[in-house]
């Protein structure tokens, strides 16, 4: 097997082998780098990492990569954002941290919707990234590139960021697998923030194993940031035993309406045959809540992001313009020539929702939705082990269709949103190809801290098909 295509588990048991050296590794990422980057766009920065003697974990010595809104010590960390275009932190992240002292080795910064703000990855300063299965098509958004370079070879895994969505439908555009983990799980300390209370990092890679492996490294209470949770972390690959008898999956009607393209329904719905095949058991239910998530999540993620970027002035660091005539006039040029269109738009947003006479009328309500919809989630899980949903209700859009309708790509995060609004865990998983020959991803939902339930469902699924192994050659190559 090429080494592009092997699971990031794969290549970590080869090394451990002596089957491939860790020189002959970096080179193979390299290589595939150079020969992607042209196409798909995936990467902002580019390292050149030295080869690392192994560790004992079982990632150690596997490349891959970051989504460019995590810290890195001395190395450029710009958001896809003219106004942190020059940026270098002092400092690592703490998911980065873990990452290096688990021998993990990072080929560079990926591209990502400037701020993470975006369903599609063509809102970067750098220019947008493209999906590896048809470069007329995006990757979705906002870790874009993240997916883009796992589905294409570049990198092993990658670490991106979730605030909407932004893991699960990427990796579902692009035939790869992506794990939200449950909010407060894995440390946010280092991410550049969107909208704190909804942020969340987890890993994108080929199968549900990898992200366990990856999940069991990153996760864990840190006294950096204090949203973190204590508990008993790790063993969540261990866990793995695909053993799904007795799982009780929910499906919620609500999900499968108008919008819903058919050949996504009818992928999503084979993935609960498949799970009742192996002994789960599976019923439809109601979860009428589900058309109040987007406006909810929209309203506070904007109010959040309104006061986040409050700091990007062009006094302290980042941009800064010139010809201004007094601070006001600063703010105001740093930011005009700084953030790009869809910044501004969700900055207005959420100023316009915080502002006195509209914090009742708008965000207050908000709050109030969030908790009405966390309330019935935590009902539905009373009932049910797991909810199996879409991830998109259609299939990766091509370039430019959602930048020109800005509602329609709102309207495409509603079965991902309000996994954020409630803290929930949720994977991506691919289940299929359209007519067109581009990925479907199904969504499994589990309860608060329920990670490890949905991660072997999906194991599950990944045990009897054979979607997550799928590369962009084998229907016309990367740059077809």
Known sequence: MELYKMTALELGAALKQGEISP???????????????????????????LPAPLGDGPLAGVPMALKDNICTKSIKTTCASKILGDF???????????????????????????????ST????????????????????????????????????????????????QPAAYCGVTGMKPTYGTVSRYG??????????????????????????????????????????????LTSLTGDVKGLKIGIPVDCFGEGLDSEVRKA????????????????????????YAVPTYYIIASAEASSNLSRFDGVKYGWRAEGYENLTDLYSKTRTEGFGTEVKRRILLGTFVLSAGYYDAYYKKALQGKAVIKRAYDEAFRKYDVLLTPVSPTTAPKLGESLSDPLKMYLSDIDTVPLNLAGLPGISIPCGFDSKGLPIGAQLIGPALGDGVILNAAHAFQLETNFHRQTPETKGGASA
């Open 191 to 236: 991410l550049i923030a969107y909208a704190s209370s909804l942020d969340q990092m987890g890993p994108i890679a080929r199968s549900a194993a990898d992200c366990a492996a990856v999940l069991d490294v990153i996760q864990g209470k840190d006294p950096r940031d204090g949203t973190t949770l204590a508990g008993s972390y790790g063993g969540l």
């Open 121 to 168: 990855s063509e809102t970067s300063f750098y220019g947008p990234t493209r999906n590896p299965w048809n470069l007329r098509r995006v990757p979705g958004g906002s870790s874009g590139g993240a997916a883009a370079a796992v589905a294409a070879g570049e990198v092993w895994y990658a670490i991106g960021s979730d605030t909407g969505g932004s893991i699960r």
């Open 268 to 291: 999503v719905l084979a993935v609960a045959d498949v799970l009742k095949s192996r002994g789960a058991t599976v019923e439809e239910f109601s979860l009428p809540v589900m058309e």
């Open 88 to 118: 270098t932190p002092p400092y690592d992240a703490t998911v980065v941290e873990k990452l290096s002292a688990a021998g993990g080795v990072s080929m560079g910064k990926l591209n990502m919707d400037e701020f993470a703000m975006g």
């Open 23 to 49: 020189a002959e590794v970096l080179r193979a990422a390299q290589e595939r780098i150079s020969a992607c980057q042209g196409d798909n766009n995936a990467f902002i920065t580019v390292h050149s990492p």
